[in-house]
């Protein structure tokens, strides 16, 4: 039986989770960067904060995404072997 690099619907496994932290993680360096090159000056604190909110709420729509998408990459499929769990 192949192994499938999804999840199954509703369900997130943490191969998921760790993805979300690295994209969210990701997410905020790269925009921390993006925004001390343009203006040529460190980050201020509140850079920070803005940032840190971007990279966890692109955190949590990968984790939607995932938590919403079935074991053959579908989204919003159920399971056609009728084994998804739903709720």
Do not use: H, W
């Not at 966890?56 to 998408?69: D, E, P, Q, R």
């Amino acid at each position: 039986m192949k192994k499938s690099k999804f999840s199954k619907f509703s369900k997130l496994s943490l191969k998921d989770l760790s993805r979300g932290v690295i994209m969210t993680v990701g997410t905020t360096i790269v925009g921390l960067c993006s925004t001390s090159v343009v203006s040529g000056v460190f980050p201020a604190v509140t850079d920070f904060i803005n940032m840190g909110k971007v990279g966890l709420l692109s955190g949590a729509v990968y984790l939607i995404k995932n938590f919403l998408t079935n074991s053959k990459g579908e989204f919003l499929k159920i399971e056609k072997d009728g084994q998804a769990n739903i709720g």
